[in-house]
């Protein structure tokens, strides 16, 4: 049975207290972010959401420039290569880990995932815990440090704090995103070409212009020229008016 330290459970209660007074959804995620950052003395902490189609979504970071949605989507294809990936995101592990478990620093290096997302930061040492969100997919919360390892302290008091996390989640009632129109039943009705029609579903969920190109592997000027020729064949004239007509299908 693991115990939390009273020196542990006293920095818990002080970190959390305001949060659960104040359980604002527009704000929740970058404030636990900074809440932890203080508790575990880390240099970054990111949250974000894997959903049931296999997308991620962008939730809070601290700092905040640090971790943008920008930056996830051009990562996003990259992901399946962190070290905890297949025990927290596939498995849906319970128990928080560490990249330190599994591989070495130098073998993190080596991944295209650490160059494109982690070397600039030098975070070479990663805490994270996953909490299953019903309905919506699984929240993950990171921890990084650039030099120091987390201990097997710090690592059971992570377990202590997830349940918290999963309380907050249910008082905050994260935002749902609706659900994504299917590219090919968009194609048939509006009279889409297959590139028009993936736009419009990348649209759908939320995607900028830049990350659609990023996802359909296109220039987000191209992009722009799909969108106009998608506004004009749905009698729209912009994004907005655009994803209501396809989800309403009509």
Aim: glycine share 6%; net charge positive.
């Amino acid at each position: 049975m693991q115990v939390l330290s009273l020196h542990h459970a006293s920095q818990l209660s002080d970190a959390l207290a305001a949060l659960y007074a104040q359980p604002d959804p527009a704000t929740l995620f970058d404030r636990l972010a900074a809440a932890l950052q203080g508790l575990f003395g880390a240099e970054a902490v990111c949250f974000d959401l894997f959903d049931q189609q296999g997308g991620a979504r962008f939730l809070g970071a601290w700092p905040q420039h640090l971790f943008t949605e920008e930056k996830l989507a051009e990562t996003g294809p990259l992901l399946s290569q962190h070290p905890l990936f297949s025990e927290l995101i596939v498995k849906q592990s319970v128990v928080p880990l560490r990249t330190s478990d599994f591989v070495t620093v130098a073998q993190f290096a080596r991944t295209d995932l650490y160059n494109h997302l982690y070397r600039a930061s030098a975070l070479t040492h990663h805490l994270m815990l996953a909490v299953p969100v019903p309905g919506q997919g699984l929240v993950t919360g990171a921890l990084f440090r650039r030099r120091r390892d987390f201990t097997d302290g710090e690592r059971i008091l992570l377990g202590f704090v997830r349940p918290h996390v999963a309380g907050l989640l249910r008082l905050s009632q994260l935002p749902r995103r609706q659900a994504a129109p299917d590219p090919a039943a968009v194609q048939v009705h509006f009279g889409l070409t297959p590139r028009e029609a993936e736009i419009v579903h990348q649209l759908a969920l939320g995607r900028t212009d830049k990350e659609i190109g990023h996802w359909c592997r296109i220039s987000p000027r191209t992009v722009q020229n799909h969108l106009q020729s998608i506004y004009a064949k749905l009698g729209v004239d912009n994004r907005t008016a655009a994803c209501l007509r396809v989800v309403a299908g009509n």
